[in-house]
């Protein structure tokens, strides 16, 4: 069998994977607070830890690994977004506007993250189906002496858990003096954490032996892996962004309720995501949702593809150009490869991925075995990556045609039409190109013309 090797964050070494039972490979995978449409940074984790589940499955097989991955459903935005439609005038209660909100960006989700080829967990609990859990796991570390209640409050108590800070390899001092923590007159010290907190009326909220409120979000992924996946399971994933507070926190949480058990055993991180080489920030306009992208005609295997460029321990730079070259290779991939059954992956496939996910070290050896004309192994080795799969193919058989010449017609018009504001000719020439299929996207950088779906050449050959 093929030995995997893995870094794990907590010990900082990269180690051979051995799980606790390979007829049940266990991964846990922090999942998004459901408020809004995933922007690309949120993607990236998805993809990387779609791949190493692939790859597991593949090792162990498909019915061997549990894999989950939550749903956050309750949060103060989720919230402001429900009272925002009530107050405009959104008929219902606060609840079901609640609800409303969380059911539709749970279908943004799945549709964004399904065009990207990454399969559906095993599990995905949301955290209001769990609230019992979580109330339970919280009495049970206030009867441990790891929590307190305070002021309708419970707080974990940080400085009773000595192994607090292993994770990111931080004393707790040092983390009170580089950390915002929120200082509460009620805290007994300001490195405690929320395990619950209480609701006013506007908030959602259950009922608890400390009064009608709603759980601190660390608690959420420590019941439900502790439902789902046991006292002791593999593997931890998430962004490098959550491993402090948030995981260090579940650590605490979960070693202290259940001292037995060892909580996961291997700990992933993946590195953040840039745009054109900067940090993606609204304030920079190079702000994206994956939606964004799929909408401007880029394929949701291209993101993928662009994504497995990078291994996941290094930071990530999307740009266009890394699109292009993505579409290029796939498209010639895809022509290909179309018709071939899927066999047994290139070893240099196997080998790379099994190297801590090396999924750039994989595309080499895609692009090595293309080269030698090797089809049936990049296609075998393409399911492996989750790529080149029937799903994810309906972009490229789409017809590709050069709309060049229509586009230098359509900017030349525009201009002289800005000009003389007289707007008639482009407004035509515009409508026949709607009518032919063609999407007209304008921009301060200028116009471009991408075939749609109803695309039809022959009315295109017409206007010229
Ligand atoms: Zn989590």
């Known amino acids: 069998m093929t030995t995997i090797r893995l870094t794990n964050s ?18 846990y995978v922090c999942g998004p607070t459901v408020y809004d449409r995933a922007h690309l940074g949120n993607a990236r984790p998805v993809v990387v830890f779609d791949v190493l589940n692939r ?72 955290a209001t189906e769990w609230i019992g859990a979580m109330v339970a796991m919280t009495a049970d570390l206030i009867a441990k002496g790891h929590a307190y209640a305070a002021n309708g409050h419970v707080l974990f108590r ?44 506007q908030e959602p909220g259950w009922d608890s032996p400390w009064g009608r409120g709603r759980p601190g979000w660390h608690i959420e ?24 507070p948030h995981h260090e ?76 070259q993505a579409e290029a290779t796939l498209r010639k991939w ?15 496939v196997m080998e790379a991925l099994a190297d801590d996910l090396n999924t750039a070290g994989a595309l080499a050896a895609l692009h090595a075995a293309a080269g030698e004309g090797d089809w049936v192994r990049v296609k075998a080795s393409g399911d492996l990556l989750g790529i080149l ?8 058989t789409a017809p590709q045609v050069d709309l060049s010449a229509q586009t230098r017609r359509f900017a030349d018009l525009r201009t002289a039409a800005m000009a003389s504001k007289d707007f008639s000719t482009v407004d035509a020439l515009k409508a026949a190109l709607i009518a032919a299929g063609v999407e007209v996207r304008m921009s301060k950088a200028g116009v471009e013309l991408v075939p749609g779906p109803d695309f039809d050449p022959a009315k295109l050959e017409a206007l010229k």
């Open 249 to 324: 926190n579940e650590i605490a949480q979960s070693a202290c309720a259940h001292p037995e058990g060892s909580f996961a055993r291997y700990w992933l991180h993946n590195e953040m995501l840039q745009v054109e080489g900067k940090k993606m920030s609204k304030s920079l306009g190079n702000f994206f949702t994956v939606r964004d992208l799929l909408d401007q005609g880029i394929p949701g295997e291209v993101i993928r593809f662009v994504f497995l460029m990078t291994h996941y321990r290094s930071p990530m730079d999307w740009t266009a150009e890394k699109a292009r």
């Open 334 to 348: 895809r022509a290909a490869t179309a018709g071939i059954t899927a066999t047994a992956p290139l070893p240099g």
């Open 389 to 396: 799969t029937d799903d994810l193919g309906g972009w490229a």
């Open 158 to 201: 940080v400085r009773s858990y000595q192994d607090y800070g292993k994770l990111s390899g931080r004393s707790v001092d040092d983390m009170i003096a580089g950390a915002r923590v929120e200082v509460a007159p009620f805290k007994e010290d300001p490195m405690d954490f929320v395990l619950w907190k209480p609701s006013t009326d």
């Open 10 to 27: 907590k010990t900082r070494k990269k180690e051979g994977f051995v799980p606790l039972d390979p007829s049940n490979v266990r991964m």
């Open 55 to 126: 790859l597991l499955r593949h090792v162990y097989g498909a019915g061997h690994v549990t894999y989950v991955r939550n749903f956050t459903d309750v949060d103060d935005k989720i919230n402001a977004e429900a009272l925002r439609r009530q107050q405009a005038g959104s008929p219902g209660t606060l609840e079901d506007l609640i609800r409303e909100r969380t059911e539709e960006t749970i279908a943004w989700y799945h549709a964004d993250m399904d065009a990207l080829g990454a399969l559906r967990p095993d599990h995905e609990p949301r």
């Open 221 to 244: 992924c420590s019941a439900m892996a502790q439902e789902l996946l046991g006292d002791s399971f593999d593997i931890h994933g998430g962004g490098l962004d959550l491993q402090f």
